[in-house]
């Protein structure tokens, strides 16, 4: 019997703690990592002591455009569009009497209104400090397969023989 509280036991699953074993294979990419789990996938190996590490984390930010007043408009409106339909149907769901199609067309359009104007104005307001559209991702530089040191011979056994094509 544990003296913690169930709480406790709870949330310490939400935190992630470094995974420790040896290393049985680094790779320079995240495909190739996962290649390897899956040939130890089938290959019947218990797959719950094996971890991905990422390591030497960068962040990558590319950009994929520049912003406009159009593209600020169309976004706006689309998102706005949404919402204004979205609360229309909630509306109509919960309004037996007043379903109908020109209802849900107008809480659209004026969601769509509203989207454009708001947008617009958010980019008038932040215009010169970022002028452009990007993604950004975090990536690591290598990829380590770890595996809790009671498996790791038979690990490194399956990823060096030659692949069966």
Same mark, same amino acid.
Request: glycine share 8%; charged share 20%.
């Given at each position: 019997?544990?003296?913690? @509280? @169930?709480? =406790?036991?709870?949330? +310490?699953? &939400?935190?992630?703690?470094?995974? %420790?074993?040896?290393?049985?294979? %680094? !790779? $320079?990419? !995240?495909?190739?990592?996962?290649? #390897?789990?899956?040939?130890? #996938?089938?290959?019947?190996?218990? /797959?719950?002591?094996?971890?991905?590490?990422?390591?030497?984390?960068?962040?990558? $930010?590319?950009?994929?455009?520049?912003?406009?007043?159009?593209?600020?408009? &169309?976004?706006?409106? &689309?998102?706005?569009?949404? *919402?204004?339909?979205?609360?229309?149907? *909630?509306?109509? *769901? /919960? +309004? @037996?009497?007043?379903? +109908?199609?020109?209802? *849900?067309? =107008? #809480?659209? /359009?004026?969601?769509?209104?509203?989207?454009?104007?708001?947008?617009?104005? =958010?980019? +008038?307001?932040?215009?010169?400090?970022?002028?452009?559209?990007?993604?950004?991702?975090?990536?690591?530089?290598?990829?380590?397969?770890?595996? $809790?040191?009671?498996? =790791?011979?038979?690990?490194?056994?399956? /990823?060096?023989?030659? $692949?069966?094509?």
């Amino acid at each position: 019997m544990t003296d913690r @509280p @169930p709480q =406790a036991r709870r949330t +310490s699953s &939400l935190f992630a703690t470094l995974p %420790t074993g040896d290393t049985v294979g %680094t !790779y $320079e990419g !995240y495909a190739e990592a996962q290649a #390897a789990v899956e040939r130890l #996938a089938q290959s019947d190996f218990p /797959l719950k002591s094996v971890s991905i590490i990422g390591s030497d984390l960068k962040t990558v $930010e590319q950009v994929t455009g520049k912003r406009s007043y159009g593209r600020a408009a &169309l976004a706006g409106a &689309l998102s706005g569009l949404w *919402l204004g339909l979205f609360f229309g149907l *909630l509306l109509v *769901l /919960l +309004s @037996p009497t007043t379903t +109908s199609a020109l209802f *849900l067309g =107008a #809480a659209a /359009l004026i969601g769509a209104g509203f989207g454009l104007f708001f947008n617009i104005a =958010a980019y +008038s307001i932040n215009r010169r400090r970022r002028d452009f559209t990007s993604v950004m991702q975090v990536i690591a530089t290598s990829y380590s397969v770890i595996v $809790e040191p009671e498996h =790791a011979n038979r690990a490194r056994n399956i /990823l060096e023989s030659p $692949e069966e094509r």
